[in-house]
């Protein structure tokens, strides 16, 4: 069983910039594909970011061109570095991994097997 913890939330202002870290544990980091995914209230969890194990990178066109995912496998940590943020990046923020071998819609919560507790992120105006 992997276990994530997410850090590095908070309250910015527009156009500030945020990092959030996502510490994994319990399994090989580097067997693992991670997601960052976003649930505003109200709305559905919604795809973020991907980096697979052999850094295969994908975006959000919400987030392409302002955010930026990496992974420090030394570390066992994926981060999310957030720039230019909008009020409308506010949301609770979730890291999710599944096995890097594994195909399918990566840009969807349900294929993901292990999610952190999520960090809060508040974008005021």
């Known amino acids: 069983q992997v276990q994530l913890v997410e850090s590095g939330g908070g309250l910015v202002q527009a156009g500030g910039s945020l990092r959030l870290s996502c510490a994994a544990s319990?399994?090989?980091?580097?067997?693992?594909?991670m997601g960052w995914f976003r649930q505003a209230p109200g709305k559905e969890r919604e795809f973020v970011a991907f980096?697979?194990?052999?850094?295969?990178?994908y975006y959000s066109d919400s987030v392409k061109g302002r955010f930026t995912i990496s992974r420090d496998n030394a570390k066992n940590t994926v981060y999310l570095q957030m720039n230019s943020l909008k009020p409308e990046d506010t949301a609770v923020y979730y890291c999710?991994?599944?096995?890097?071998?594994?195909?399918?819609?990566?840009?969807?919560?349900?294929?993901?097997?292990?999610w952190g507790q999520g960090t809060q992120v508040t974008v005021s105006s």
């Open positions: 999710g991994s599944r096995l890097a071998r594994l195909g399918g819609m990566v840009t969807m919560a349900s294929a993901y097997a292990s």
């Open positions: 319990g399994r090989t980091f580097c067997s693992l594909a």
């Open positions: 980096i697979g194990g052999s850094d295969n990178i």
